[in-house]
Structure formats: C-alpha cells, structure tokens
C-alpha cells in the first residue's frame, strides 16, 4: 500500500458518512492527494479496494478536477492567479518575475524540485490582489518586495 | 495568526448600526469560536425554530422577509424552500454553496473564515425548513483555511448539541459533511455542485427536473449560497419586517459587495441593497476613488458573468431591478473597477480564456463557441484581427446566448457582447491599428 494507515482510516471514517459509495471519492482523492501531492492509477486502486467503488470512476472523475495531478510537484506549489482582479494589478508581471527568478516558465519545477509555478483561475482574494497560493497558504496584497522576501525565505528554508 | 486574509471590511463602521448585521462581528478576533458566537447571540435563532416554529412557518418567515439568493441568480429564498414536496417519502437534502469561484467575488470567505458559526446556523434552519437530516457544505478546495475553520466550528457545534441526534431536547436530528472541491468553476453552479458531490464530473444537469424536485441521489435537494443562509438567523431573530425594513421594495435586505481593481480602497463591504454604485466607488468609507487618480473606464458590477457599465451608468443603485434596467447584472456583488487606461480586448481576453478553460463541456454551443471567441479575440489582441472579426464575434455570440445547459454559456457572452456594443471603436481600432487604443501599464 502506498497509502499510510492514517490516511486509509480518514478515508473510511468521511466515507462511513455518505449515504451513497460513490460520494467518498473527492474525499478520498483529496486525502490521498494531501499525503502524497499527486494521485495516480496506483492510488486509484488502493482507493477503489478501501471505498468499494469501480477504479474507472474514480479515475474518471479525478480527470475532471485540476486539483488532483498525477505527478508530483515541487516541494512548493506557486499558485499565481491569473484572472482579471489580480492581472489589473500587474498578476501578469508578476508571473513573469517569478519566472525570471526561478529560470523556469509557467508549469515547470525547478530543477532541484523545490518550486513548481503554475497560474491560476481567480483564488477569491480579489480585494487584496495580485495574490499567490503557496501550499496551503494564500499570500495577499504582494508587491515586488513582498514577493522577494517570501522567495528568500523559502529558498532558505524558512 | 487570527484573520487569515488582511482584507478590508466596513465592519468597523457597522458597529452599533441596528440594520447592517453580516458583518457585524467579523472583525472580532474570537467571533469564529463557539463561545464568542453564543455571547453574540448565536445559535439563538436555531433555538427558536427547533423550539416553537414548523417548518411551513420558517418558510413563511423567510418569504415575507424578501430574501433573495446571493449566489447570483436572486432567486427568492423562501420559495425556492417551497418548492420541495412535502409529501415525499424520500430524503432531502441541503447545500451550502461555499464554492466562490466567481471571479471578482471574494465574500463568503470571510463569513467562514471570520464567522463560520453563523453560516452552520443558517445551514440548519433551512435543513429543519426542508426536512432534511443530512446536509453539506461545499468549500472550493483551495480554502484551506476556510475548511479548517468551519471543520472546528462544526466540531465545537456537535460538541455542545448544536448538530448531531436529538437537538436541543427537540428529537430533531441533523448531521453536517463538509465536502471540498477541486478546482472547478463549474461546481459552483448548482447541478455541477451536486454531481461534484454524488462522485461525478462536476458538469451541468440538464433542467427540469429542478434539484428542489431531484437533486442529489434523485432526491429533493436545495443548493443556497453561504451568504444567503448566513441571513437566515438574523431573519429568525430580529423577524421578517425588520429585514424587509432594509433595501428596496424588491430587494429587501443587505448585500455583501466585493470591490476590486483599479480602486484605492479594495475591500468587502456590507450596504443596503439600493445602495449607490457611485457613493461605493467614490466615497472615502468605501472605495474612495479610482487608484492613481486616473478617469474610471468601466465597472464590472457582478462579477465576470455580468455586462459591463460605462462610466455614465454608474450612478446607480445596487439591487436586482436597477441594474438589469441599466443593462448588467447584480450578480454576486463582486464589483471590479477598471481604469482608463485598461484595454477592453485584453480584458475580455481574459475573461474568455476563463471561461473557455471552466466550460464543462457537456453542450456545443458552449464547449465549441468559447474556443472559436478565444482564438479570434486571441488574434485581435496580437494585432493580427481581420475586418469582419467583430461580425464573426457578434454571431458566436449570438449562436451560444440563451442556447446552452447551464448559464455559463450566457455568462460567456453576455459580458463580450456589452463591450462590441459600448466600446466598438475600441475593438476596431485595435483591429486596423494592430494595438491598443490606449498605453496600458500594469506594472508589479
Ligand atoms: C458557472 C456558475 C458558477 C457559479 N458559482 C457559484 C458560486 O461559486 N457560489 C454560489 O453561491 N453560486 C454560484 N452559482 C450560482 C448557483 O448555480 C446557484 O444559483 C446558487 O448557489 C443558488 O443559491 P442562492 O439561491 O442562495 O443564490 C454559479 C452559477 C454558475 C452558472
Ligand atoms: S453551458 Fe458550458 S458549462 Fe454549461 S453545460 Fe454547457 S458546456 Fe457545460
Ligand atoms: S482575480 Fe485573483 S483572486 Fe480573484
């Protein structure tokens, strides 16, 4: 099993709640995704035996969702957003900066897997534009020197 | 770390007001736990109904109280409850639609990072309205901090009694799932939502049947915005005249308004629907003006799905009727400024390679049509645009309006059809002169 014991008891503790099988399996997806940061056709049968839901299914519903990839990104995850709040205050350059700075282009990781940067659709932080996702975390309100330091300090270790 | 996002509201300015109430507390650092929440008054409203009220009288409340949904559509509250049978023998089952993907909308954010309690709350009195047992909540799987703060918040709530079996003594019993997305537009849209939730791709369902009639698992289901059940305690509380007392005639209540963009105080504020569009962008307690003093251009009032205003137009209140007499939508509150020297082709570009990326696909006109608009206004902005684009634009446009399953399609277009018409010379100078009509800067 791929999939730590931990995670396999939160997916049958959610799934134990829906009144229908097939409910659990963005749940599911979600929690494998969480421990492993991708989720493939492996994990799709380890899930398939724990919630008792044809592979196929999950499998094609995962296709459906950008949030489950099925390789492993960077240990950090740039989220840029893209759309129209955050581009009118400069997203788009922003994008480019990050770009610059970490030698790669949008949709790429760096080589020592320590960055992947992606742009994204609106992240509902449109008043306090542009803004990154990182992980789990929404950086707000960004300018170049905000930016800088954030990748500083992650470059660092921080 | 207490409030996740530094965004501004006019919570401040609330304080003591007797009718603005969603934000009354959200700038109180402890209002998201239980004890805070029950020293407001929490959970007072969810007493009530479980104690003296039927389900037909908080439906009746709340129809008479004018509520209407807050997701977009306006659709009243009240009666959409009504519309689930009362005599079915099957479960029912209610949604909270915490999906927030439109862009420009940023508001039922900070009602569950700041105030979860009160949108569980809102969630049960519309359960207990509707006979239902089971509920959800769908959080936009980007919200971490929003799952994890209403995941608490409905922790503490099973805790004390608030949810779970026989509540408050009432033999009412009333299980919450807090179901998150995955990065999909589309699962904000109620069919999307419930296909999202029973497993499946989070594509549109084709209508009738309605969800109040077979929504999820083919049983009765309502879908309801997190703003607008976030009212529903305020509602039982203080009563139905009190909140018709506020707004318009037709638009009775308060509205939560997104300001964004070319603005020099972006933030979320709570008004009076009927409240001016230009005071909102104008006034120092609000927007306080277009940023780096330059000329306003145009406002997006609702959100990305919705027409464009001309500078002209926007002295206008924000409720239901003003803004479809003034051409646009209220939408879902997410006003978006922008300044004289954005550029409309490379806005709606922007706005169509969204809306391309999001349609789910189940319908041509929207599936096929937003890639042809993408590729021709794609095109236009490189300078590469030919002298019968805008009539190829307005046909594609025309050919996916009102002609699709879900009102993405209309979506879609409505907004680059409200610019061919107010900013054509716009469009075709960008056409004959291979660039912008203006020098656009959006430096970072
Ligand atoms: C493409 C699309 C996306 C939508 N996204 C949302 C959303 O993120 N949140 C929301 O509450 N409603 C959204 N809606 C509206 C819902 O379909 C539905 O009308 C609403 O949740 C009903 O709740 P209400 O009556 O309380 O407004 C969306 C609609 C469409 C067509
Ligand atoms: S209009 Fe677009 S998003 Fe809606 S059902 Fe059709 S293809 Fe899907
Ligand atoms: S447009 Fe960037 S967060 Fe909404």
Redesign the pocket.
């Known amino acids: 099993m791929i999939l730590s014991e931990k995670t396999v008891k939160k997916i049958r503790e959610k799934a134990s709640k829906y009144p229908k099988r097939k409910g659990a399996i963005l749940p599911s997806l979600t929690l494998a995704y969480k421990q492993l940061g991708y989720v493939d056709n492996e994990i799709y049968i380890e899930i398939s035996e724990v919630i008792n839901v044809p592979q196929l299914e999950i499998a094609e519903a995962a296709s459906f969702y950008t949030m489950f990839p099925k390789k492993p990104r960077g240990k950090y995850l740039l989220q840029v957003c893209n759309n129209i709040s955050c581009a009118l205050l400069g997203a788009d350059a922003m994008v480019d900066r990050l770009e610059e700075k970490l030698a790669i282009k949008r949709g790429e990781t760096t080589d020592d897997g320590l960055f992947t940067l992606i742009s994204v659709e609106c992240l509902g932080s449109c008043c306090t534009a542009p803004m990154i996702q990182i992980n789990d975390d929404f950086h707000e309100n960004l300018t170049r020197e905000k930016l800088d330091k954030l990748l500083e300090s992650l470059k660092n270790g921080k | 770390m207490t409030f996740y996002s530094p965004v501004l509201t006019n919570a401040k300015e609330i304080a003591g007001h007797d009718k603005l109430h969603l934000f009354e507390f959200v700038e109180d650092e402890k209002q998201y736990q239980l004890k805070r929440y029950l020293k407001h008054g929490g959970y007072a409203a969810w007493k009530t109904v479980l104690g003296k009220m039927k389900p037909e009288e908080v439906i009746e409340e709340v129809k008479k109280s004018g509520l209407?949904?807050?997701?977009?559509?306006?659709?009243p509250?009240g009666m959409?409850w009504s519309f689930v049978p009362k005599d079915s023998p099957k479960e029912r089952y209610l949604c909270c639609?915490?999906?927030?993907?439109?862009p420009g909308?940023c508001k039922?954010r900070v009602l569950m990072e700041r105030d979860p309690h009160v949108v569980i709350e809102g969630m049960a009195i519309g359960a207990y309205a509707i006979g239902c047992h089971l509920m959800f909540c769908y959080i936009?799987g980007e919200f971490h901090h929003c799952i994890e703060r209403i995941e608490k918040a409905t922790e503490e709530a099973y805790s004390k009694g608030h949810l779970g079996k026989n509540i408050y003594g009432s033999g009412y019993d009333l299980e919450m799932i807090i179901h998150t997305g995955a990065g999909a537009?589309?699962?904000?849209?109620?069919?999307?939502?419930l296909n999202s939730i029973e497993g499946e791709k989070g594509m549109?369902r084709i209508r009738p049947p309605f969800p109040a009639i077979e929504g999820l698992w083919e049983c009765p289901t309502i879908?309801?915005?997190?703003?607008?059940?976030a009212a529903v305690p305020h509602i039982i509380n203080r009563g139905a005249d009190w909140y018709r007392s506020m707004g318009t005639e037709k638009s009775a209540g308060t509205k939560l308004f997104s300001l964004s963009g070319h603005i020099n105080r972006p933030g979320n504020y709570e008004v009076e629907l009927g409240f001016s569009l230009q005071k909102l962008i104008y006034d120092s307690n609000y927007g306080n003006g277009i940023s780096d003093g330059k000329k306003l251009k145009a406002v997006i009032p609702g959100g990305v799905?919705t027409p464009f205003l001309t500078p002209d137009k926007v002295d206008v209140p924000l409720d239901y009727e003003s803004l479809t007499e003034a051409g646009s939508m209220l939408g879902?509150g997410g006003v978006i400024v922008l300044h004289e020297d954005t550029c409309i082709v490379w806005t709606i570009l922007k706005l169509i390679k969204f809306f391309r990326h999001?349609s789910c696909g189940k319908c041509t006109p929207c599936r096929e049509g937003t890639g042809w608009l993408e590729q021709i206004i794609q095109k236009i902005e490189d300078g590469r645009g030919g002298p019968d684009d805008l009539e190829k634009l307005d046909s594609i446009c025309g050919n996916i309006l009102g002609r699709t399953i879900?009102?993405?399609g209309d979506?879609a277009v409505m907004p680059i059809q409200s610019t061919l018409k107010d900013w054509r010379d716009e469009w075709l100078y960008h056409i004959e002169h291979k660039k912008c009509l203006v020098k656009q800067d959006f430096g970072f």
């Open positions: 209407r949904g807050r997701g977009g559509a306006g659709f509250t959409k639609n915490a999906d927030e993907s439109e909308t039922d936009r537009y589309m699962c904000g849209e109620e069919t999307g939502l549109a879908v309801n915005n997190v703003e607008s059940l799905s879902s999001e879900c009102p993405l979506a």
